[in-house]
């Protein structure tokens, strides 16, 4: 079905899977141990980071890709014929509609980044700079998607979420792949900002 509990998810981010939209709610949350005594800060400032990079993360993607991804990104980049999940919360949503939309939203894109991490130590084993960035910025993926599951279960009870994932890379060309990594940055850069002007201001301190 696509849909499996949080701490087994967390676990298969690389695995592209497709599934349709659910919630379950239940008495299967693990136990509230999970979550840190300042999870929504914490969570306030994984956004924050990962808005603040996003630009710098793709456009030194796009350096790394050489031609004609430098010269030709808006052409090569448009990410309108990829999938990426849809976002159609905004500041006025209920805090638990925004929470899940978060959820799906990172689960995504954290298994986009691992594609993209994958096909440039294939391609790019000398970009350094770019491959650290990559690790860096699924590295506060996972951690805000860990702080998502605490704050689901502990406030609406909710353990599992149906994510679909986007297409692997595997088997694509050189080419290929360096456009669909291009795709999901692009689109990325243009989600996270509103993501986090949604997301901030419902986990602003009481």
Same mark, same amino acid.
């Given at each position: ?39 929504? &800060?914490?969570?306030?400032?994984? $956004? #924050? /980071?990962?808005?603040?990079? =996003?630009?710098?993360?793709? *456009? !030194? ?32 949503? &209920?805090?638990?509609?925004?929470? $899940? #939309? /978060?959820?799906?939203?990172? =689960?995504?894109?954290?298994? *986009? !980044? ?93």
């Amino acid at each position: 079905t696509g849909v499996v509990p949080f701490v087994a998810l967390l676990l298969l981010q690389r695995r592209p899977v497709a599934g349709r939209a659910l919630l379950v709610t239940g008495s299967g949350c693990p136990s509230h141990g999970l979550c840190r005594s300042n999870v929504q &800060e914490q969570t306030r400032r994984q $956004v #924050a /980071m990962l808005n603040a990079t =996003a630009q710098e993360l793709f *456009s !030194l993607y796009l350096k790394c890709q050489g031609e004609p991804f430098s010269r030709d990104a808006d052409e090569l980049c448009n990410p309108a014929g990829i999938f990426f999940p849809a976002f159609r919360v905004n500041r006025t949503s &209920e805090r638990k509609e925004v929470m $899940v #939309a /978060m959820y799906k939203l990172f =689960a995504f894109l954290n298994a *986009s !980044l691992g594609n993209i991490t994958r096909d440039q130590e294939e391609l790019n084993p000398m970009a350094k700079e770019l491959l650290e960035r990559l690790h860096n910025t699924t590295k506060t993926t996972r951690g805000l998607i860990s702080n998502l599951t605490c704050l689901l279960c502990k406030n609406y009870n909710i353990f599992q979420v149906d994510v679909r994932y986007g297409d692997s890379s595997k088997g694509k060309s050189a080419f290929k792949k360096k456009q669909q990594g291009c795709q999901v940055l692009r689109k990325y850069v243009q989600v996270i900002g509103q993501a986090a002007r949604v997301l901030l201001p419902h986990l602003s301190p009481s």
